[in-house]
């Protein structure tokens, strides 16, 4: 009868020591069945460890000729699993789910075989859901980059995608099978490619679990790869796309806003009997509103759903947005005077913090396109 222990432990390995070699050693005498190593290019100075890897009856080592990253080194033992352990289960390409899925560990020790096992009999109970095995962050044991690293990602992950997590950058997940197909498109090659998991397993809407792990740091961490400005930079530029979306409609936005006063305004204060304030915001809100729409159909939340669903539900914000801009603006410019844009400015930016909730909850609730 298969169980939890029979779930395949994913170990990605760039120039491992002996922590490695311990690690494996540990799994085994937990009597975990299926190991998978992946040497990501580690060179010859480092081929013994994987020889001695591969020597343990329940290993497996996956090689790349030269390195590639942590995220390339997932997808593979992702394909690998799916077509080893799924086939081997009864399943065959998309009917590969017979196995629940597989965890994913550091090489560095970081993991006990104790947590590991928790996420094996987490996501054997829970075969729908993602686990994230999370440490605490507020222990004395904690190097200050990594805490304040994680909590400062885990507060961008709350506001822009919705998603409440403790333990943003954790190596150590429960995957499941399902999910572990979809991941194989998903892009980043390096560290960025687990924060973008969890944008996938928001935009799918996975349910994501949490189990407590033990927080172990060995040498305050100073054998990671983890560079914490060159991959910090690659993870933060994954939310680029969604301020530069904002940003740039925002700027066409204010652009036209003050194009249109120009050409709108009269001695009278408007044209067919409207303030012209109240006209430019509709003229230029109506162009960048298209301008944003494409945008983040295509390029921010590449929605799934058909693009006169999402376009009929953006734009029915869309309007709700303008009218509010409309109304306040032209209520405070009647108030404090000025000029127009300086008085939009200040009511675009809260509107935008409100717009992008909307657009992330109700516009795009469908996800990625397939």
Partial sequence: MPSYYEIPVIIPSYEPDEKLIALLAALQEADIRHVVVVDDGSGERYASFFSRAAAFTNCEVLHHAVNLGKGRALKTAFNYCLLTYGSN??????????????????????????????????????????ILGCRDFDG????ARSSFGNKCTRQ?????LGVSVSDTQTGLRAIPAFFMEKLLE??????????????????????????????????ENRTSHFNPVKDSLRIYLV???????????????????????????????????????????????VISAVYNFLINYK??????????????????L???????????????????????????????????FVSFLFQREFVYKGGPAD
């Fill in 299 to 316: 390029v921010v939340f590449r929605s799934r759903e058909r693009i006169a669903v999402t376009a009929v539900k953006y734009f029915l």
């Fill in 186 to 219: 998903v892009k980043g090659e390096r560290f960025e490619y687990e924060t973008n998991m969890l944008i996938e397993a928001k935009n799918l809407n996975v349910r994501i679990l949490e189990v407590p792990v033990k927080t172990i740091y060995i040498e």
């Fill in 156 to 160: 961008v992950f709350r506001y822009l």
């Fill in 239 to 285: 939310f680029g796309k969604f301020l530069f979306s904002s940003l740039s409609s925002s700027v066409v936005d204010l652009l036209l806003f003050h194009l249109f006063c120009t050409l709108l305004y009269t001695p009278e204060g408007g044209l067919w009997g409207m303030p012209y304030i109240i006209l430019s915001t509709v003229f230029a809100r």
């Fill in 89 to 130: 289960a009864g399943g065959s390409g998309s009917d590969c789910h017979a196995f629940p899925g597989c965890v994913t560990a550091d090489s560095d020790g970081q993991h006990t075989p104790a947590d590991i096992l928790a996420c094996m009999r987490k996501l054997w109970d829970n075969p729908e859901s993602l």
């Fill in 318 to 352: 869309a309007v709700c947005q303008m009218m509010c801009s409309a109304l306040l603006v032209n209520g405070l410019y009647g108030v404090f005077g000025g000029v127009e844009v300086a008085v939009k400015m200040p009511v675009d930016v809260f509107l935008f």
């Fill in 140 to 143: 004395p044991e904690v190097p």
